[in-house]
């Protein structure tokens, strides 16, 4: 902390929707969504989906994915950083485009942080639209270029209502679940909980904290590694989705 003013922003919504009155308390950088506690500062809870974030992952707020590799195996489509008033936090999203086969792109390197066994990885994603597709999240992600090959891959598929945690460097299926209704247009939250005994637990949420469906299974080929998402149209057609504020907890 220098003698500038800080300006906290909140960590979920835009300036425009954030609760300063006027544009001199912006200027006088009043505090949201963070409160100051023993000397630190302490994050307040969301307004909205899942739970706190310890670890920022990615918000996507530099404008840029050049700490991703796309799969090189699997580059049937693309992914680029778009302005969008839907950002939960700042105003950028990742936008994962398919031209209906597999896409994917991790990274190892070049992020703030990545999590480990023992932490609760959490993505917040949406579905544009209702086309069928399948969404890949992917955490313990031993080769940026080879994401959909190296590490967990939790698939999400939207119109199946269904989803799925495959160990994707030894090819074996971790879990698998039917959901409720995966809804459209709003956002969800993916988390897993990564236990160090090899345990995962994962949960995803709609945009008012409802539990749509969890699985869990046991596999502890893998401890650590990178991130990165896909996404696939099973009818062969284009198709898109968005990734926001990636990140972890660490409980
Ligand atoms: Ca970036
Ligand atoms: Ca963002």
């Not at 031209?99 to 609760?120: E, K, Q, W």
């Not at 992600?141 to 090959?149: I, L, W």
């Not at 598929?157 to 989803?163: A, D, G």
């Amino acid at each position: 902390m220098t003698g500038e003013l800080s300006r906290f922003t909140s960590n979920r919504r835009t300036r425009g929707e954030a609760s300063w009155k006027t544009d001199e308390d912006w200027k006088a950088g009043v505090v949201e969504n963070v409160e100051i506690s023993g000397g630190g500062l302490v994050p307040t809870p969301p307004p909205e989906g899942g739970e706190d974030l310890d670890f920022v992952t990615d918000n996507f707020e530099d404008g840029s994915l050049t700490e991703y590799v796309v799969d090189s195996s699997k580059d049937n489509g693309s992914a680029s950083v778009v302005q969008s008033s839907r950002s939960l936090e700042g105003d950028n999203l990742a936008r994962i485009a398919t031209n209906g086969r597999v896409f994917a792109l991790g990274s190892t390197s070049g992020l703030f942080s990545y999590p480990s066994a023992g932490d609760i990885p959490t993505f917040h994603v949406l579905f544009p639209n209702g086309d069928n597709n399948a969404l890949y999240l992917y955490y313990g992600v031993q080769q940026g270029d080879r994401a959909n090959g190296t590490g967990y891959r939790v698939t999400l598929r939207n119109k199946h209502n269904s989803m799925r945690l495959d160990n994707r460097r030894s090819g074996g299926t971790v879990a698998n679940s039917s959901t409720r209704n995966i809804p459209s247009n709003e956002w969800l939250t993916v988390e897993v909980d990564w236990r160090t005994d090899g345990d995962h637990f994962v949960k995803v949420f709609d945009s008012e904290g409802s539990e749509l469906g969890s699985m869990s299974g046991t596999d502890s080929g893998l401890t650590s590694g990178g991130i990165g998402y896909g996404l696939n149209n099973r009818n062969g057609n284009s198709s898109v989705a968005y990734v926001d504020f990636v990140g972890y907890r660490s409980p």
